[in-house]
């Protein structure tokens, strides 16, 4: 399957990219790592062209810009881990099914995608749009408090639930539906996530 994810020669420009837009703002990476909730070091790994941390790729548009993706052929963030697990639950994917799209087996689709690693599956970007063929239903998708998230699918509001698993280092992102309401209402403190 063709990599329609930038390769690793798109980093460096990423980086660059990172880098002249936190300078035009005047802003150390120490300031923007707090900011995105990460250590300086691994921030300025990611100045220095290594792999993007996409975990944080919404909070960095938010203080640098959106202008900081234009590098890529494609808008990253709407394929992140994230969204894949909370389609995939709503959407009644199962991992057997994700993994026949990426030619891999079920137990390392579910590990990979469970575990908050840095590493992607992202590349196979014609795989999700055939595993989620429905995209176009979702009306929003917003984050309410930390740990939960609301999607709006064709008129039905679902809420699930993130539960973090730890065991020693190691944290599973496991998202679960907790309720599927016909009519959305309105709930305070959310924050828009993608529409």
Not at 1 to 28: G, H, I, Q, W
Not at 37 to 59: F, V
Not at 153 to 176: F, H, P
């Amino acid at each position: 399957m063709k990599n329609t994810f930038c390769d690793a020669s798109m980093y460096p420009e990423f980086a660059k990219k990172v880098k002249e837009c936190r300078k035009k703002l005047k802003l150390t990476q120490g300031e923007i790592a707090n900011k995105i909730g990460c250590s300086r070091q691994m921030y300025n790994r990611l100045e220095q062209g290594y792999p993007p941390i996409m975990q944080y790729a919404d909070k960095l548009a938010e203080i640098l810009g959106e202008e900081i993706f234009s590098v890529f052929s494609f808008d990253v963030r709407k394929y992140s881990k994230e969204r894949i697990l909370i389609y995939a639950v709503i959407f009644g994917v199962s991992y057997e099914e994700i993994a026949k799209v990426i030619d891999s087996t079920a137990q390392y689709t579910q590990a990979y995608l469970e575990k908050n690693t840095s590493g992607y599956l992202l590349q196979y970007r014609s795989g999700w749009d055939r595993l989620f063929p429905h995209m176009e239903m979702i009306q929003s998708a917003r984050r309410i408090g930390k740990n939960s998230i609301e999607v709006v699918v064709d008129g039905t509001r679902y809420v699930l639930v993130n539960q973090i698993k730890t065991a020693s280092r190691e944290r599973d992102s496991i998202w679960n539906l907790i309720g599927k309401i016909k009519q959305p209402e309105d709930l305070e403190k959310s924050e828009e996530l993608y529409s």
